[in-house]
């Protein structure tokens, strides 16, 4: 079974450009979450998409957005590039069961370098 | 809001010998989930284990286990036997009503040979 796929695996923009970073989850899966993690930083929660929803999303700016499309697959857009934006972001899936919420599925994540 | 303090920035650990990785969390909320993390240099996050808090037995998974105590907010994950393939960065998580998962800062733990 494949896992959580993330495309492209790098990145590099631009200041003040636009990146757009996708995420596949596991088949099945319908809610997908994606997260920045900055060096020393740790895992930053950015936004929570569910059945083509957005459920909840980071303190973080507007330039931050994201959908999430029929098929449950994501992507997130970065709008007005910073350089502090250079992080690796992951892409995590998982599914509702009857007891609860499966855990988090992650993928290899896209490193994003803004120059 | 909830936070996940991880107070350890690095740990280093011979091969064979017992490690125990430390993790608070401040909640309000009764009923959540906890779990550890591994991420090795290939960047892939793996879970290693998982605690819900209702549960008062701690959990275990080979050579991992938890002590989970709810009272004091704490989730320490011990590894016994470790082997050079458990040098990663660990992560503490908790998950509660909104569904999102709160991780902490990680700690870096090597394994040498």
């Known amino acids: 079974e494949a896992g959580v796929t993330q495309s492209p695996t790098h990145l590099i923009k631009t200041r003040g450009q636009q990146a757009t970073l996708r995420c596949s989850p596991i088949s099945g899966h319908t809610s997908v979450y994606w997260y920045q993690q900055a060096l020393g930083l740790g895992l930053q929660f950015l936004l929570w998409?569910?059945?083509?929803?957005?459920?909840n999303r980071g303190n973080f700016p507007p330039r931050f957005s994201g959908r999430q499309f029929p098929n449950y697959s994501s992507e997130l857009n970065v709008n007005a590039l910073e350089l502090e934006d250079s992080a690796l972001y992951l892409c995590?899936?998982?599914?509702?069961?009857?007891?609860?919420?499966?855990?988090?599925?992650f993928g290899q994540g896209t490193r994003l370098t803004v120059v | 809001a909830q936070t996940v303090t991880q107070s350890q920035p690095e740990m280093s650990v011979q091969e064979a010998e017992t490690v125990t990785l430390s993790c608070t969390y401040d909640?309000?909320?009764?009923?959540?989930?906890l779990f550890w993390y591994k991420q090795p240099p290939s960047r892939q996050m793996i879970l290693v284990i998982r605690q819900e808090a209702y549960k008062q037995q701690n959990a275990t998974e080979n050579r991992f286990s938890v002590n989970f105590q709810k009272a004091a907010k704490s989730f320490s994950l011990k590894i016994s036997d470790s082997q050079l393939g458990d040098t990663a960065m660990y992560f503490c998580a908790f998950q509660g009503g909104s569904e999102k998962l709160v991780f902490g800062k990680g700690m870096k733990l090597t394994v040498n040979p």
């Open positions: 998409y569910d059945e083509g929803e957005e459920r």
């Open positions: 909640t309000s909320e009764n009923n959540y989930y």
């Open positions: 995590a899936s998982s599914l509702e069961i009857g007891t609860g919420r499966t855990e988090a599925f």
